[in-house]
């Protein structure tokens, strides 16, 4: 079986700082995959790079077997990898439904009017582009919905507790009807029985056969959800394997260790998760 997506030996510099170093590992469809490691070992960065923000000093990423080289993050949402940002970026003065409008019209953007997204030169000279905004309206309640947002739809983003507008930035990524979803620390922000809900909705968007790759610090709910875990420290790969190898794994509970106090946390909660 193929991968869905392939780091191959990628490596990024900030002028002298070594970000990531040659990291090289595969997800493949339908996996709910974990990419963790302490503070500043790499992990929005790669995500940058999976993503077409950043161009990797080395290697290169394929999805779906294609190479990422060169193309632009819209090219990349439009070949079906979405992702959503470890810093809210929800538009704060447009409604929660708006928002997610705006998610499903990048999808179909062809250059075409706000409200054209999908529809075709020959819909829009028959005035038929009306019934594909209805169809996208539709799709985003239906989204919202599912997101458990549908109660939020006619509030400004910006006005929703931070844990929610992280929901929009999923709702958001989920508008482009990707293949496979970078998540960068979904639930930052969110109290223990939104992390709850947070968890189910992740399962029941694999079961829609989106795969996913998680970046998020919160251990307990990382060794509940992952079929596997990658752990990055100082941007190299130390440890790659299921939930039960990871927090009995040395090296990571080392590279946790060696690090600041929400480091310390997040290693003792490994090693909680380890005695459950
Ligand atoms: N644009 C940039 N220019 C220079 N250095 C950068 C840039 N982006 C990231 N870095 C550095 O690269 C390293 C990796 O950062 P990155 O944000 O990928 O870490 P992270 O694993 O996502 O950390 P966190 O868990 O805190 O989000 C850090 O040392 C960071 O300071
Ligand atoms: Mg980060």
């Known amino acids: 079986m193929s991968p869905i997506l392939s780091i191959d030996h990628v490596g990024v510099r900030f002028g002298g700082l070594v970000a990531i170093a040659d990291l090289h590992f595969d997800v493949q469809a339908g996996e709910i995959v974990s990419l963790i490691g302490p503070n500043g070992a790499g992990k929005t960065t790669a995500f940058n790079v999976m993503t ?12 779906r ?70 169809a996208l309206r539709a799709r985003a309640a239906a989204l919202l919905d ?5 109660g939020r739809a006619r509030e400004k983003a910006g006005s929703l507790a931070y844990g929610e507008q992280r929901l929009v930035g999923v709702a958001l990524a989920l508008a482009t009807d990707p293949a496979m979803l970078l998540l960068d620390e979904p639930v930052s922000g969110m109290n223990a029985s939104e ?20 970046v998020e610090h919160d251990m307990p709910m990382v060794m509940e959800v992952s079929d596997r875990i990658v752990v990055l420290n100082y941007g190299r790969l130390i440890a790659e394997g299921p939930p039960e190898a990871i ?6 509970i080392e590279a946790y260790l060696g690090q600041g106090s929400a480091a310390r946390r997040a290693a003792a909660e490994v090693r909680e998760a380890a005695c459950a």
């Not at 077409?52 to 394929?62: A, N």
């Not at 993050?73 to 990898?81: A, C, K, M, S, V």
């Not at 992390?195 to 909705?201: I, M, S």
């Not at 029941?204 to 998680?214: D, H, M, P, S």
């Open 65 to 134: 077997g294609t190479s990422l080289k060169g193309l632009q993050p819209h090219d990349i949402t439009r070949l079906g990898l979405a992702r959503t940002f470890q810093r809210t970026s929800v538009f704060p003065d447009d409604t929660v439904f708006d928002n997610v409008m705006i998610g499903l019209h990048r999808q179909g953007a062809s250059g075409g009017a706000p409200g054209m997204a999908r529809a075709s030169l020959l819909d829009t000279l028959l005035g038929r582009a009306g019934a594909s905004e209805q």
């Open 247 to 252: 927090r009995s794994d040395p090296a990571v």
């Open 195 to 214: 992390t709850r809900v947070f968890v189910r909705l992740l399962r029941q968007i694999r079961e829609r056969g989106i795969t996913i790759l998680l």
């Open 146 to 150: 599912w997101t458990g947002l549908g």
């Open 52 to 63: 077409g923000f950043l161009k990797p000093s080395q290697g290169e990423v394929r999805f």
